[in-house]
């Protein structure tokens, strides 16, 4: 008798052993930035809108503070000058000093600023002259640190001037929107800072020019805090800004309040 049995087939069928069946399979290679964990781009999306938003808002919130403690000396940042006459904007800081000093907020004006190439005279020069001629604030307390073609540069050098005198305290007096930054590098080199900025001028005319300055003034704040650098931008030292001559301040300084 004959018995007959089932072979039961291959899993893998009759292939031959050279069937693809027999080939080892290549595993598709994944790019790394599929790895990436979702959580982490969007972190990393979050950081880079945020960021400058925090600092547009720490910049316009200085701008609406009026710092006025008593220090050892009002700070005047530079602004253009025309062949030793102070620019409107210039001025505008040096009549906001010299209020200032007046009320007794501190005993000595500093100007600072270099002078843009070709110029005769010196942003601080000029400043100086204005507040001992116009502003009839004794020479003996006015002093100027003519370096500095930027705010950064300024400030390096007002630091020196602050430890020779042996003051630590200063109110910087510029735009609004350049509070934040000037108090940082102020702050950097050695000097307690406050802020009062000036009320008038080109970068307060219209709510278009207030959000241009902002937002410049961020993009400078995070160059300097993250890169240590400061980002020279246009004003009047390079190019004139057409001021409504109603809003000028006048040759005159005003009369003790």
């Not at 039961?8 to 290679?29: F, V």
């Not at 000396?73 to 253009?80: D, E, K, N, P, R």
Request: glycine residues 10%; proline residues 8%; hydrophobic residues 35%.
């Amino acid at each position: 008798m004959t018995l007959e049995v089932e072979v039961p087939e291959s899993e893998t069928g009759d292939r031959g052993a050279d069937g693809p069946a027999d080939r080892p399979r290549k595993r598709r290679k994944r790019s790394p930035w599929v790895r990436i964990p979702l959580w982490v781009v969007l972190g990393l999306l979050a950081v880079a809108v945020l960021t400058p938003l925090t600092v547009g808002a720490r910049v316009w919130h200085q701008a609406r503070q009026d710092e006025r403690p008593r220090s050892d000396a009002i700070i005047v940042l530079g602004a253009a000058q025309y062949n030793g006459r102070p620019s409107p904007t210039l001025q505008w800081r040096l009549q906001h000093a010299l209020d200032l000093y007046r009320e007794g907020v501190a005993p000595a004006i500093v100007t600072v600023g270099g002078k843009a190439p070709g110029d005769n005279y010196t942003e601080a020069g000029a400043g100086r002259t204005w507040l001992i001629e116009k502003g009839g604030v004794p020479a003996a307390e006015v002093f100027a640190v003519p370096v500095g073609r930027d705010t950064l540069g300024s400030m390096e050098a007002l630091g020196k001037e602050f430890d020779r005198h042996q003051w630590s305290s200063g109110v910087i007096v510029t735009d609004p929107w350049h509070g934040l930054r000037s108090k940082k590098m102020a702050e950097d080199n050695g000097i307690e800072a406050a802020a009062s900025p000036t009320r008038s001028g080109p970068s307060v005319q219209t709510r278009e020019t207030q959000l241009q300055y902002i937002a410049r003034e961020t993009g400078g704040y995070l160059s300097y805090v993250l890169l240590g650098k400061s980002v020279q931008v246009p004003d009047e030292t390079i190019r004139r800004i057409n001021i409504d001559p109603s809003r000028s301040p006048s040759s005159d300084p005003q009369p003790t309040r």
